[in-house]
């Protein structure tokens, strides 16, 4: 008897197509029996100390195997098992006459349930926190950790959530896709799953049910799972995967629209450790480059000898190119204990970005100094903007301050709804705004980005985010100025379109999404993507907006 087709819906994490059968990953180690420990309390401790030991060795050596977000995710979970905290609560568990498995997972549990009672980012950290746990708990038994299964063939691997060590090592020639039943866009199985190009979604209710073996269509563009497809599903998901593959394989051309519109499609950088594979993916430069790595973690800000050396090997690494650097943006989620630790309710509304670095600008001037240094020593085409720009007067703040250090194109983020509004004004003295639609989504839904419970407002296709957005590209074609996306919608396919109907010249995003963004800008041209434009900014809501201009599209999208 067939299968009968279903859908389970998620989050998309990158753009493509996986077809292929499931395979899971192996369940949870049960739950420690709440048994009296017949060793005595050193002995236990001793076993917990050993144990600890040993996993947090085992995820340093799998950090060492890896780069970029995957290292620093394995480093930090070997913190996580290391952390003095836990270890003096798992001691007094282990003193009360409790198991070291018992007291493990007890300790662990109440840390994790901290985590989750945080929201957002904070929470979704818990996953992380769990496998920690999970490892420790198997090495105390003798056992192996659960992790990835192993297969002969490809597959599509189904999970309730997947753990940092076993993303950052997963096998690419066998996994085709990753469907969890936990997770958010924010969440590390995503960060890794895009950083891998991977096909994936992540908090698919229903997941938890798929079998073995049973065939699956993972669309990530949609974010949908198709269980049991029909011929003509399957015929359509391969042909979908074999013209992704084409574009992979063969797509390092400029950006460009069908009619020959250029669109350079430009990298988010985090540190100049990514400039080979922003190159590698085609890259037409760097469109944003976060400063902020040199920074965080330090007790004192970087000297200007320090700054120097890190962008003059990024700008050596895009000769002749276009490098947008932003200069620091600190405060909200990345607070600096030497830039701004006073307590703020709401920090995302504080001291953060460039308000910070003028409350405190001999650091701004240290930067403006090095960046000036390095672009005099190098051939890229340097670009400097600043963070959380709000008003006309912190418009010509910036753009005097950074010139008079001889920096000849200096712009602006608008992430702020005001500066949108002012766009006009505000390009008739900046050289370029580029828009951050993380940060414009969230001030203009009113809704913190990092707080779980308000997540789903947090959607870029919302369109009164998307009419801001048109004000910009208005003011800077009134203004012949250059006007870039470099915020997560840059790297949606089909709202890359829409972005470019809206009036923006650049866009900006992780490599893993050069090819997809470049193959579906091929598909329009100018006038076909305002007339999207147009469609979306009729719309109500986010949702609407995006099932509006999927049925207008045409040709269909990837």
Same mark, same amino acid.
């Given at each position: 008897m067939a299968e009968t087709t279903t859908q389970l819906t998620g989050a998309g994490i990158g753009q493509g197509v996986a077809l292929g059968r499931v395979l899971r990953m192996s369940d949870p180690l049960p739950e420690p029996a709440e048994t009296p420990s017949t060793r005595t309390p050193d002995e236990e401790k001793a076993r917990v100390a050993e144990a600890v030991a040993a996993v947090a060795d085992d995820l340093r050596s799998r950090a060492a195997k890896v780069t970029g977000v995957a290292a620093d995710v394995l480093e930090a979970q070997s913190m996580m098992a290391e952390d003095s905290t836990l270890a003096d609560d798992v001691a007094t568990r282990i003193d009360g006459g409790t198991t070291a498995e018992r007291a493990v997972f007890e300790g662990f549990a109440v840390f994790r349930d901290m985590l989750i009672d945080l929201g957002g980012y904070m929470g979704e950290r818990a996953t992380d926190l769990d496998d920690v746990a999970q490892r420790v708990i198997a090495a105390l038994a003798g056992r192996p950790a659960p992790g990835v299964p192993e297969s002969d063939e490809p597959y599509v691997l189904v999970a309730h959530d997947l753990a940092p060590a076993d993303t950052a090592l997963l096998d690419l020639t066998k996994v085709l896709g990753l469907v969890t039943r936990e997770g958010g866009p924010t969440s590390h199985?995503?960060?890794?799953?895009?950083?891998?190009?991977?096909?994936?979604?992540?908090?698919?209710?229903?997941?938890?049910?798929?079998?073995?073996?049973?065939?699956?269509?993972?669309?990530?563009?949609?974010? &949908?799972? &198709?269980? $049991?497809?029909?011929?003509?599903?399957?015929?359509?998901?391969?042909?979908?995967?074999?013209?992704?593959?084409?574009?992979?394989?063969?797509?390092?051309?400029?950006?460009? #629209?069908?009619?020959? &519109?250029?669109?350079? #499609?430009?990298?988010? #950088?985090?540190?100049?450790?990514?400039?080979?594979?922003?190159?590698?993916?085609?890259?037409?430069?760097?469109?944003?480059?976060?400063?902020?790595?040199?920074?965080?973690?330090?007790?004192?800000?970087? *000297?200007?000898?320090?700054?120097?050396?890190?962008?003059?090997?990024?700008?050596?690494?895009?000769?002749?190119?276009?490098?947008?650097?932003?200069?620091?943006?600190?405060?909200?989620?990345?607070?600096?204990?030497?830039?701004?630790?006073?307590?703020?309710?709401?920090?995302?509304?504080?001291? %953060?970005?460039?308000?910070?670095?003028?409350?405190?600008?001999? /650091?701004? %001037?240290?930067?403006?100094?090095?960046?000036?240094?390095?672009?005099?020593?190098?051939? +890229?085409?340097?670009?400097?903007?600043?963070?959380?720009?709000?008003?006309?007067?912190? *418009?010509?703040?910036?753009?005097?301050?950074?010139?008079?250090?001889?920096?000849? &194109?200096?712009?602006?983020?608008?992430?702020?709804?005001?500066?949108?509004?002012? $766009?006009?004004?505000?390009?008739?003295?900046?050289?370029?705004?580029?828009?951050?639609?993380?940060?414009? *989504?969230?001030? *203009?839904?009113?809704?913190?980005?990092?707080?779980?419970?308000?997540?789903?407002?947090?959607?870029?296709?919302?369109? +009164?985010?998307?009419?801001?957005?048109?004000?910009?590209?208005?003011?800077? +074609?009134?203004?012949?100025?250059?006007?870039?996306?470099?915020?997560?919608?840059?790297?949606?396919?089909?709202?890359?379109?829409? /972005?470019?109907?809206?009036?923006a010249t650049t866009l900006s995003m992780s490599p893993a999404a050069l090819a997809d963004v470049r193959l579906s800008l091929t598909r329009y041209t100018l006038d076909q993507a305002r007339a999207l434009a147009e469609v979306a900014l009729a719309a109500d809501g986010a949702a609407e907006a995006r099932d509006a201009v999927r049925a207008a599209a045409t040709p269909p999208p990837q």
């Open positions: 199985t995503a960060i890794l799953a895009r950083e891998k190009a991977i096909v994936a979604i992540v908090g698919v209710a229903g997941a938890d049910s798929l079998a073995d073996g049973t065939e699956v269509i993972v669309d990530a563009a949609s974010g &949908t799972v &198709t269980v $049991a497809p029909a011929d003509d599903q399957r015929a359509d998901a391969q042909h979908r995967i074999e013209e992704r593959a084409a574009a992979l394989a063969g797509g390092l051309e400029p950006g460009a #629209l069908a009619d020959g &519109t250029p669109i350079p #499609l430009l990298a988010n #950088l985090g540190s100049a450790d990514g400039t080979q594979k922003a190159l590698d993916a085609g890259a037409e430069g760097v469109g944003l480059f976060r400063t902020e790595f040199l920074f965080l973690d330090q007790r004192m800000a970087p *000297t200007v000898e320090q700054q120097r050396e890190h962008y003059i090997a990024l700008l050596s690494a895009f000769p002749g190119k276009k490098v947008v650097v932003r200069v620091l943006d600190a405060g909200a989620d990345k607070p600096l204990a030497f830039l701004n630790d006073a307590h703020e309710d709401n920090p995302a509304l504080g001291l %953060r970005g460039l308000r910070a670095l003028r409350a405190n600008e001999d /650091l701004l %001037r240290e930067q403006l100094t090095a960046l000036a240094e390095a672009d005099a020593a190098t051939e +890229a085409d340097l670009w400097v903007m600043a963070p959380m720009v709000s008003t006309v007067e912190e *418009t010509r703040y910036f753009v005097e301050l950074a010139t008079g250090y001889g920096l000849k &194109t200096v712009g602006v983020m608008v992430e702020v709804p005001s500066a949108a509004l002012l $766009a006009d004004r505000v390009l008739q003295t900046a050289a370029f705004a580029s828009i951050g639609t993380n940060d414009l *989504t969230q001030y *203009t839904l009113a809704a913190d980005r990092l707080l779980g419970s308000v997540a789903g407002f947090q959607d870029p296709w919302h369109p +009164a985010v998307l009419r801001l957005i048109g004000e910009v590209g208005a003011a800077g +074609a009134a203004h012949g100025k250059p006007v870039g996306i470099c915020g997560e919608a840059a790297a949606d396919p089909l709202l890359a379109v829409v /972005l470019v109907g809206l009036g």
